[in-house]
């Protein structure tokens, strides 16, 4: 009887016990994730796939957090399946832009194609719960780029059949501190509602994988603030947004 209740207690903690994988970690809105993965008691395991080691310095982790995410460098051009085995949760926040990759198709190979590689991984190793960052716009018929490409990704991730999938739709990112002008210069002279923060973003997606609703979900920027906002309060808003 003593046996058979501790295997009951082991079942039971392995129901409920919640891990992530996680890729674009290092990015803006990811190394804000990561922090809230991290330091929370929900997540048991947090792992990161990144290019190159950062350190849990880099995304300000708790001791507690320190425990809990480790870091795994890849090469999102020759990915190891094994490295995507074993985890609940998935998240991508991985993106770049035409100037940052120097070229459209180089945009494409971060943005589509290392995006939906990994996400069939996640899917193969065991990862029912999805989410993932595109952007404010994002159609998979526009005649322009980086909307095109983001959608075109959206698509490719409804198609994996996760069990839930959440894709996010953020307006203008503040918070970034990324020097680049244009984007300081349109922080300035745009309005809040069409603005959120990074750190907003992230604490969103939080709290959404703690719930995990099953099926399929669109959430636009002024919906991520509602979100924060019912969860947290209006204290858990960045900026006051």
Not at 122 to 142: D, I, K, P, W, Y
């Amino acid at each position: 009887l003593k046996l058979q209740f501790l295997y009951f207690i082991v079942s039971v903690s392995n129901i409920m016990s919640i891990s992530a994988i996680v890729i674009g970690g290092t990015g803006k809105i990811g190394k804000e994730l990561v922090r809230e993965l991290g330091n929370s008691e929900k997540f048991t395991k947090v792992r990161v796939l990144v290019r190159k080691e950062r350190g849990a310095e880099f995304y300000l982790l708790e001791d507690a957090g320190k425990k809990v995410v480790e870091e795994v460098v890849v090469n999102y051009d020759k990915l190891n399946a094994d490295d995507f085995k074993g985890f609940t949760h998935g998240f991508s926040t991985l993106g770049t832009t035409r100037k940052d990759a120097g070229s459209a198709e180089a945009f494409r190979k971060v943005d589509l194609e290392y995006n939906v590689n990994s996400a069939k991984l996640m899917r193969e190793g065991g990862v029912q719960h999805m989410q993932l960052v595109t952007s404010q716009g994002s159609n998979a018929n526009s005649w322009l780029l980086y909307p095109k490409t983001k959608g075109q990704c959206e698509n490719a991730f409804r198609e994996l059949k996760f069990q839930s999938l959440t894709i996010w739709r953020p307006g203008l990112l503040a918070g970034r501190g990324s020097g680049r002008a244009l984007e300081s210069f349109a922080n300035v002279v745009t309005p809040n509602c069409f603005r959120i923060h990074v750190r907003t973003v992230a604490r969103a997606m939080f709290y959404r994988s703690i719930k995990s609703p099953e099926g399929f979900s669109i959430i636009e920027n002024s919906e991520i603030k509602k979100i924060v906002e019912k969860e947290g309060g209006k204290d858990a808003l960045f900026d006051g947004y």
